[in-house]
T-cell receptor, first 118, second 112 residues
Framework: GAVVSQHPSWVICKSGTSVKIECRSL??????MFWYRQFPKQSLMLMAT?????????EQGVEKDKFLINHASLTLSTLTVTSAHPEDSSFYIC??????????????FGEGSRLTVL | GEDVEQSLFLSVREGDSSVINCTYT??????LYWYKQEPGAGLQLLTY?????DMKQDQRLTVLLNKKDKHLSLRIADTQTGDSAIYFC????????????FGTGTRLKVLA
């Protein structure tokens, strides 16, 4: 099956710094990637939809200047948490759908990135 | 609003069957999905069902769909300790842009 890789899987940073998380589709092209945030023991909350070559579409309540998304190629989307604060600590997960058609709508998920802001 | 509801927790003994339930809201969803999340990991698609089907069986997994009641269930036969995880049902929202709506997740614990 298609593979999506996230990096880093775990990052600790100081308050006020910025952190970049990468999401790569390894063996397929992804025109659309999705970024989710998951709080402990909770479901996934869609943050934004990342479209290759265009601006991301953010969900209501998600600060676009806080969470910068760039989808520069068909295999890479990045999420940058700017001026991170402890309340940004969370598990961030990306997913992607294949370029060719929606078919069954299956999304392929990265392994997730756990961010801890001190 | 768009809500996909699941019971939060299920505990079963190894070898028993597990049934995880889900209620969804978008009656026009074409596909409904079950994903599995192991601790500290991303989500893995277990199975999906097309909306014009009532049932789908895939080895130990059986999916039942009741469109009238907007109810989806996942039955795991002969549950093993390796099945312990969080299970999410999901639908594709067709209002506006296509996007996944995930359920609240059911934490399955399998006792040896």
């Amino acid at each position: 099956g298609a593979v999506v890789s996230q990096h880093p899987s775990w990052v600790i940073c100081k308050s006020g710094t910025s952190v970049k998380i990468e999401c790569r589709s390894l063996d397929f092209q992804a025109t659309t990637m999705f970024w989710y945030r998951q709080f402990p023991k909770q479901s996934l909350m869609l943050m934004a939809t990342s479209n290759e070559g265009s601006k991301a579409t953010y969900e209501q309540g998600v600060e676009k200047d806080k969470f910068l998304i760039n989808h520069a190629s068909l295999t890479l989307s990045t999420l940058t948490v700017t001026s991170a604060h402890p309340e940004d600590s969370s598990f961030y997960i990306c997913s992607a759908k294949e370029r060719e058609g929606w078919n069954t709508g299956e999304l392929f998920f990265g392994e997730g990135s756990r961010l801890t802001v001190l | 609003g768009e809500d996909v509801e699941q019971s939060l927790f299920l505990s079963v003994r190894e070898g028993d069957s597990s049934v995880i339930n889900c209620t969804y809201t978008d009656s026009s969803s074409t596909y409904l999905y079950w994903y599995k999340q192991e601790p500290g990991a991303g989500l893995q698609l277990l199975t999906y069902i097309f909306s014009n089907m009532d049932m789908k069986q895939d080895q130990r997994l059986t999916v039942l769909l009741n469109k009238k009641d907007k109810h989806l269930s996942l039955r795991i036969a002969d549950t093993q300790t390796g099945d312990s995880a969080i299970y999410f049902c999901a639908e594709i929202s067709t209002s506006g842009t296509y996007k996944y709506i995930f359920g609240t997740g059911t934490r399955l614990k399998v006792l040896a």
